[in-house]
């Protein structure tokens, strides 16, 4: 059963929110605890069908969602979601990049085409979505006042803070997501009053990173791989984003929440 969560349900009342990826995973958690917590979401995605079912989930629980297909690398793709958001619900105040590409390979054999591939999903669609939707986040943008912009929130990872096998693609676009987050809050945060934020997870069950991380047919546990290993759930992860993109997390801007349980400082206990 999923645990209370700690905020107000109005917390986001009134808010419009964009989560790319939005269909599975950690995405889906985040727009469905928005929804629970009165904003407004749209999720975006590449896959019609995923993001069919997702809009009935998400409806399921009295969220008011629409789901809108297109490529985070595709600056079209991009510019008409976030204008189809802002014509269908009339402003934009969220924007969370969340999709990302994962796959396990060695170095030696993943192809440059491969490396760019995850580069252009995780750090290219960021900038990309960020870019779109930066006309609706400013201060002054369609219903924003001339006070306040929206709010961005990065998923990365915490695998780019040293390495990790088989991940060097993932790894490169991480640390080019996190420097995004960093750079945005700095000139977006000066000039139009819109926070950057991002979020580091760490290994969470029940979501394609992990089940792309750690096939069920390897036979193996994240135990196995490293014994102090946690695993968080997509929860942990959304009741962050429920945080950095509230009123809760108004003075937040520039910061990257790790949100892992510690499991990427741990070593073994000599
Ligand atoms: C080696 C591979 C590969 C694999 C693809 N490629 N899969 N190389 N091993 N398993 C190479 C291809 O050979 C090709 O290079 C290039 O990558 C592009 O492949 P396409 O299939 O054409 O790309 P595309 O259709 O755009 O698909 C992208 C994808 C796919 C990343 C490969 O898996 C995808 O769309 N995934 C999105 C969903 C997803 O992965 N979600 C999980 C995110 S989890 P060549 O040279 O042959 O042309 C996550 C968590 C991270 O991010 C951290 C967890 C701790």
């Known amino acids: ?24 995973g950690i995405g889906l958690e985040i727009a469905s605890q928005f929804g629970k917590h009165g904003a407004k979401v749209a999720i975006m995605g590449r896959r019609q069908q995923v993001l069919d ?58 192809s440059p085409n491969g490396f760019k591939t995850v580069l252009d999903i995780d750090a290219l669609g960021t900038f990309t979505m960020s870019h779109a939707a930066l006309q609706y986040l400013k201060k002054g943008g369609q219903g924003k006042s001339s006070l306040e912009g929206g709010v961005i929130l990065n998923i990365s990872t915490t695998l780019q803070y040293s390495a990790e096998w088989y991940q060097i693609h993932v790894s490169a676009a991480k640390a080019a997501v996190d420097s995004i987050t ?18 580091a997870p760490g290994p969470i ?43 809760a997390g108004k003075f937040i801007n520039g910061a990257i929440l790790v949100v892992d349980g510690g499991q990427w400082l741990s070593k073994p206990r000599w």
């Open 1 to 24: 059963m999923e645990p209370n969560s700690v905020f107000s349900n109005t917390v986001l009342e009134g808010r419009v929110a964009l989560i790319t990826g939005g269909g599975s």
């Open 53 to 110: 079912a997702a809009v009935s989930y998400l409806e399921s629980h009295g969220v008011e969602a629409i789901g809108l297909q297109g490529d985070v690398r595709k600056k079209d793709d991009a510019s008409r979601v976030v204008n189809t958001v802002v014509e269908q619900f009339g402003k934009l105040d969220i924007l969370v990049n969340g999709a990302a590409g994962n796959f396990l390979v060695a170095a030696e054999d993943l």
């Open 182 to 199: 960093r750079n945005l809050a700095l000139e977006w945060g000066t000039d139009y009053g819109i926070r950057t934020n991002g979020i």
């Open 205 to 247: 069950a029940d979501t394609p990173g992990r089940s792309k991380l750690l096939p069920e047919e390897s036979g193996l546990s994240e135990k196995d791989v490293t014994p102090f290993v946690k695993i968080g759930e997509k929860w942990d992860i959304a009741m962050a984003a429920v945080y950095l993109t509230s009123d």
